[in-house]
T-cell receptor, first 116, second 113 residues
Framework: AQSVTQLGSHVSVSEGALVLLRCNYS??????LFWYVQYPNQGLQLLLK??????LVKGINGFEAEFKKSETSFHLTKPSAHMSDAAEYFC??????????????FGTGTRLTIIP | ETGVTQSPTHLIKTRGQQVTLRCSSQ?????VSWYQQALGQGPQFIFQ???????GRGNFPPRFSGLQFPNYSSELNVNALELDDSALYLC????????????FGAGTRLSVL
């Protein structure tokens, strides 16, 4: 079984400061990893994904994440926070797709607040 | 904008009733997944449909059932509603390939009283 742990249910950073949201995963097979963002009263929007290959992945809105197998981590970062980044962020894991195992397992989320 | 639409946006039911939620997938996608997101929690996988057949199921009882139609639209049906079924229900469409990129709709907020 797979699982995701997001450290810190709430994170506050000042506008312009570094954003760091932590995600650790557990998987018995090479994982596919995802970060999604959810704005109030909206669905989930894909920020970025890691499947295979380069371990540093870049996503939308200036976010990036690095897959570290030895640490079983996939932390999300952004060099400079913007007010529009305030939202709920979810890390998710899946197995490599193989007809029937494409489900996403999500963490419990991190609410990011930006301080003006 | 993901191209995945869900209806209705909000719904209020009473315990014991039945409910049907609908999802229209993004054009070209042949797979739909449903997730339940309780307040303050991450989404939980309910089941997935591929070409009108169930293609994986999470830890949900049989009173949660689904359909996928030839045009790849989908329904989630929940019978004998319980208070704990109150949640945001998310539909995600994808193309069954090696990438597993799922595109989510805005969800249906179900309240069971």
């Amino acid at each position: 079984a797979q699982s995701v742990t997001q450290l810190g249910s709430h994170v506050s950073v000042s506008e312009g400061a570094l954003v760091l949201l932590r995600c650790n995963y557990s998987s018995s097979v090479p994982p596919y990893l995802f970060w999604y963002v959810q704005y109030p009263n909206q669905g989930l929007q894909l920020l970025l994904k890691y499947t295979t290959g380069a371990t540093l992945v870049k996503g939308i809105n200036g976010f990036e994440a690095e897959f570290k197998k030895s640490e079983t981590s996939f932390h999300l970062t952004k060099p400079s926070a913007h007010m529009s980044d305030a939202a709920e962020y979810f890390c998710a894991v899946s197995e490599p797709p193989n007809f029937g195992n494409e489900k996403l397992t999500f963490g419990t989320g991190t609410r990011l607040t930006i301080i003006p | 904008e993901t191209g995945v639409t869900q209806s209705p946006t909000h719904l209020i039911k009473t315990r014991g009733q039945q409910v049907t939620l609908r999802c229209s997938s993004q054009s070209g996608h042949n797979t739909v997944s449903w997730y339940q997101q309780a307040l303050g929690q991450g989404p939980q996988f309910i089941f997935q449909y591929y070409r009108e057949e169930e293609n994986g199921r999470g830890n949900f009882p049989p009173r949660f059932s689904g359909l996928q139609f030839p045009n790849y639209s989908s329904e989630l049906n929940v019978n004998a509603l319980e208070l704990d079924d109150s949640a945001l229900y998310l539909c995600a469409s994808s193309f069954l390939d090696t990438k597993n990129i799922q595109y989510f709709g805005a969800g249906t907020r179900l309240s069971v009283l």
